[in-house]
Structures are given as C-alpha cells and as structure tokens.
C-alpha cells in the first residue's frame, strides 16, 4: 500500500492553493510550499516549511523535490507549461504522485472544442502525466468545477447582484452544473492523498453540489426574504459566438463567455452525473447549498451574523 506523508505544494500563494495548504497541513501531512517570491507569503498556515524555488533551474527543483511523497500544482495561466519540467525531476527524484493543476471544468471532456484550446496547456500536462506512467511517477487529476464561493465573492457568479437586488440568468437557468467551494477542493486533494491506490493513474470529478441558476436564485431569495427578479438573460449561443470570436483574435477573455456557455447553456450536460462522480471513490460528503450561501451572505452583511 502506497503511503503518503510528504507533500510539496506548487502555486500556494494563489487564488485556491491557500486552501489546499491549510487542509493538507490540518490533516496530518507534512506541507513544502514551493514559491518563486523570496518573500515569506502571508496567506498560509504556520506549520508549514516554504521555500524558494526557480521553475527554470533542474538543480533547483531537484533539491526543492527530493524527499516529497506528492507534488500538487496549483500553477496558473503561463505557468500551466512549466509543470512539464516539474514531473521530469519529480519522476527522478523518486516522487509518487503528482497533481496537476486542474481543479476546473473537466478538461478530458474539452479537447476539441473552443473552451478547450484556452486549456491547452492543461490538456498537455495530463496527457504528459499518462506518457510517464511508466516511470514510477502516478498522477492524479483532480475537476472541481467552477469554484462556487469564489466565484459568488467575486462577481455573485455572474448571477446573483447582491446590491441592485436583481439576477441574470444564461438561457432558462435550469441547466445544472458542477460546482465546488474552494474548502471542498481542499478537501478533494487530502483525500486522494489518503486515498493513493484506489487514485493513481486516474482523472477524477468532484463537487460540492451540481447547482442551477435558477435554485441559486430561489435559495438567495429563500434566505434573504426578498425577490431577485431576473432583469438581464444571456444566449449561451451568444456567448458560445462571441467566446469563439475573441479567440481568434487571440483574446483570451474569452474564456469567460465560454465558461458561461459550457456550464449554465441548455442542454450542455455539463453537471456531475452520480456515475461520474469521484466524490464516493475518496470518500468525499457533499456541501449544502443554503449553508455556503449564508455564509456568504453573512460576509457580505445582507444576513446576520
Ligand atoms: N474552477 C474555478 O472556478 C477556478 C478559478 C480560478 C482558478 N482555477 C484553477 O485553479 C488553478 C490555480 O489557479 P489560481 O487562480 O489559484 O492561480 P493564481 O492565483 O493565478 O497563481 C497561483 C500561483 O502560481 C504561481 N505562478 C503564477 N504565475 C507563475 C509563473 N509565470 N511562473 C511560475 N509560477 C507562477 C504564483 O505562486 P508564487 O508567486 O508563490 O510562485 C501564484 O501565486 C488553475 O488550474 C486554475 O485554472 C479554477
């Protein structure tokens, strides 16, 4: 039985690394934060060792690396490549695991299509992963979805605007879709850790919850007491056309018109199925989605604390 204890985290310092340091350093692992900042971050737990490490330099990586049991990436936009390097000297130094970074959409589901040339890069990097099994390294991918608190911190999720008191919605807004809170990533990642047999080798999905518009709506309202008429309605056709568009003037905003179109467009089956689900494979429990909203809620100050 493989067993796993310590772990190098890439891209700590980001967006969703900071979660999954604190939940990897909670859980009994021991946690290297790889940084290329010769500052110390202050956005992660104490217990953990950080060190300065540069990308390019295989001396560098090499001694960053060797001793670790597990690499997770959470690296980003031009980053995305370098990890190619990475599991090189992690398939030499004699890791077992590496997790690239992935925690979005399913990207084995997206080579082909527009959404999917933006994730290139990512598709590259797993299938990079598949070429070395050989080697001693395993892999394990790891699709969250799109990061709902995140998301709902940022922009309402494009749905919910919290100050006009009023909603959009992408065509009916009855399209489900996969969707998971930046703890719950956290937590996806410890437990393929505990996890590494019945994981390695393997692309896995998982979620808090599969969500609506339209129930994120009627739960806001639910919660709040109040009406979020819906004022505004988006074409995923629209946004599919207009994404297709950006990109080939090399636009990478694009993106988000395709993001939108992939998760919230009628009929695009983009939600976790209970087949496909990783969730029971690492023994992950769902979320609920009245309790994250009010706590969103509750740190936005439209609900008590
Ligand atoms: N599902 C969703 O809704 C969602 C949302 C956002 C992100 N994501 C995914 O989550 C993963 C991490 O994204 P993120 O937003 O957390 O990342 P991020 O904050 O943009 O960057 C993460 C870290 O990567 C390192 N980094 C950035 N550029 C680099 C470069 N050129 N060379 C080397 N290191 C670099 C930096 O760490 P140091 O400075 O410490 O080295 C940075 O703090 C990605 O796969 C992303 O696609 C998903």
Redesign the pocket.
């Known amino acids: 039985m493989t067993t796993i204890k310590n772990v190098a985290v890439?891209?700590?310092?980001?967006?969703?690394?900071p979660a999954i340091t604190s939940a990897l350093a909670s859980s009994g692992f021991t946690v290297t934060v790889?940084?290329?900042?010769a500052q110390p971050?202050s956005n992660l737990p104490p217990n953990v060792t950080v060190r300065t490490v540069d990308?390019t330099s295989r001396d560098s990586l090499s001694s960053a690396l060797a001793g670790q049991d597990a690499v997770i990436s959470?690296?980003?936009?031009?980053?995305?490549p370098?990890q190619k390097q990475v599991i090189d000297v992690a398939a030499e130094v004699g890791v077992k695991r590496f997790v690239p970074?992935?925690?979005?959409?399913n990207t084995r589901k997206a080579r082909g299509s527009a959404i999917g040339k933006i994730l290139g890069g990512?598709i590259e990097v797993v299938d990079y992963l598949k070429e070395k099994e050989g080697s001693g390294l395993t892999w394990t991918g790891v699709a969250?979805?799109?990061?709902f608190d995140?998301?709902l911190e940022r922009t309402g999720l494009g749905v919910i605007n919290l100050k006009e008191r009023t909603s959009t919605v992408v065509d009916s807004g009855n399209e489900r879709f996969q969707t998971?809170t930046l703890a719950q990533v956290g937590r996806a990642v410890v437990h393929v850790l505990q996890h590494p047999d019945e994981t390695a080798n393997k692309y896995i999905s998982t979620s808090s919850f599969n969500v609506s518009q339209n129930e994120i709506i009627s739960a806001v309202e639910d919660l709040t007491g109040t009406k979020f008429p819906v004022t505004a309605r988006q074409s995923s056709a629209d946004l599919q056309k207009s994404g297709e568009e950006k990109l080939a003037k090399g636009d990478w905003t694009a993106f988000f018109d395709l993001l939108r179109a992939w998760n919230n467009g009628d009929g695009r089956g983009n939600a976790l199925s209970e087949e496909e689900s990783g969730n029971k494979l690492i023994g992950l429990e769902g979320e609920d989605l009245k309790t994250v909203l009010r706590e969103w809620l509750r740190k936005e100050g439209v609900l008590k604390a």
């Open positions: 890439l891209g700590a310092t980001g967006n969703v690394g790889l940084t290329r900042s971050p990308y959470a690296l980003a936009g031009a980053a995305v370098l970074s992935e925690f979005g959409i990512k969250t979805g799109l990061f995140w998301g998971s």
